[in-house]
């Protein structure tokens, strides 16, 4: 592990949820879709951090309700949302809880967004890259050592 980094296999389990200031910022063909410096990371072992943002730094007039739900054995039930921006639509590329569990009552409503689908997500300026699998939505910086949850032969990790 290099100097400066986080180890993913110290974070805790179970998962918890803390402030960042990070500056995170979604761009996707032209258009911020969020710019902030007051989301919120969840940690949890083996797993990269998940940012959520507030929505007042995210542009909700592009997002569309999905009817996807996922449950979280942390958090609680999930909803999506589509990101629609000109005759594009990314389906379930981001999700909130609206109704967390006690632990992450500060992330109710606040959105996260999935790294792939998008031209640029940036934390601190630099280019995250989404966990691998394409099911969590962790996001990868220079600033998080693996291995992460999500390579092939990581389901019951």
């Known amino acids: 592990m290099a100097e400066g980094q986080e180890s993913v296999w110290d ?3 179970p998962a918890i949820a803390e402030p960042s200031d990070r500056h995170i910022v979604i761009r996707n063909n032209g258009e911020t879709l969020a710019e902030t410096r007051k989301a919120w990371r969840t940690l949890e072992t083996s797993h990269p951090p998940t940012y959520y943002l507030p929505p007042e730094d995210v542009a909700t007039e592009f997002l569309a309700p999905n009817p996807h739900r996922s449950l979280c054995e942390w958090k609680g039930q999930a909803r999506y949302w589509d990101v629609v921006l ?5 389906q379930a590329a981001c999700w909130s809880y609206p109704d967390p569990a006690t632990a992450f009552r500060p992330i109710a409503r606040y959105y996260a967004f999935y790294p792939s689908p998008f031209d640029e997500c940036l934390v601190d300026g630099e280019r ?6 394409g ?3 962790g996001w990868i910086t ?4 693996g ?3 999500g390579v ?3 389901r019951y990790w």
């Open 11 to 13: 974070y805790p389990r």
């Open 86 to 90: 000109n005759d594009e639509r990314i």
């Open 128 to 133: 995250a890259l989404p966990q691998p699998g």
């Open 135 to 137: 099911f969590y939505g």
């Open 142 to 145: 220079s600033r998080e050592a």
């Open 147 to 149: 291995p992460f949850k």
């Open 152 to 154: 092939p032969g990581s």
